[in-house]
């Protein structure tokens, strides 16, 4: 079945360094979107991708869509605690209308 | 504006006792997703329903059964519950199946004692 991985699994940076993680599926995605849960929280959706090769942006949020449409990476630009949480990508193959979480990136940030 | 609605928040169980997780989804969203998440682990994907009839299935035990109601309602009904049921279920809701991203609920934590 289809596989969505994300790396790392877990980053500390210190706040006002960058941070990315990556998602790569095992099958080619239709779109991709990400999502962030904070601790003891549920998953709130950030943004969709669809167009291979898309770049998106949120304010110091930049979300990239591969060429290939198998793998998508977030950026974020001088991280602040309140960026603290897991953060998922989450695929759609085909038809299908299910996502496909990835198994998600935990950043802490500390002062 | 409204959000996804579940309940009960909580929710203590023996093994081999059943369970009722409901959720109220965002009014004029058509489908309805139920994810099952494990302590650290990403969300599984359990059952969908598109305007009231099941529209996909995951790695759903056969204990586990869900549908969705005249008012859009759906619950997520555990029957035989083991120890490793233990997690929190979300539901969500999305409209156009999905193509505007899903909006999750508070979930319901599951624990079988």
């Known amino acids: 079945g289809q596989q969505v991985m994300q790396i790392p699994q877990y980053q500390h940076v210190q706040e006002g360094e960058d941070f990315t993680t990556y998602c790569n599926s095992s099958?080619?995605?239709?779109?991709i979107q990400w999502y962030k849960q904070r601790p003891g929280g549920h998953p709130v959706f950030l943004i969709q991708?669809?167009?291979?090769?898309e770049v998106k942006k949120q304010k110091r949020l930049t979300f990239q869509f591969g060429e290939a449409k198998k793998n998508s990476s977030l950026h974020i630009t001088a991280t602040q605690t309140t960026d603290v949480g897991t953060y998922f990508c989450?695929?759609?193959?085909?038809?299908?209308?299910?996502?496909?979480f990835g198994t998600g990136t935990r950043l802490q940030v500390t002062l | 504006a409204a959000g996804v609605i579940q309940s009960p928040r909580h929710l203590i169980k023996e093994k081999r006792e059943t369970a009722t997780l409901k959720c109220y989804p965002i009014?004029?969203?058509?489908?309805v997703y139920w994810y099952q998440q494990g302590p650290g682990q990403d969300p599984q994907f359990l059952i969908s329903?598109?305007?009231?009839?099941?529209?996909d299935k995951g790695s759903i035990p056969d204990r586990f059964s869900a549908q969705q109601f005249s008012d859009y309602h759906s619950e997520l009904n555990m029957s035989s519950l083991e120890l490793g049921d233990s997690a929190l279920y979300f539901c969500?809701?999305?409209?156009?199946?999905?193509?505007?991203?899903?909006?999750f609920g508070s979930g319901t934590r599951l624990t079988v004692v």
């Open positions: 969500a809701s999305s409209r156009g199946q999905g193509s505007y991203g899903y909006t």
């Open positions: 099958t080619t995605l239709s779109n």
């Open positions: 991708l669809v167009k291979s090769g």
């Open positions: 989450a695929g759609k193959a085909g038809t299908a209308s299910k996502l496909t």
């Open positions: 009014p004029r969203h058509d489908t």
């Open positions: 329903f598109y305007e009231k009839m099941q529209s």
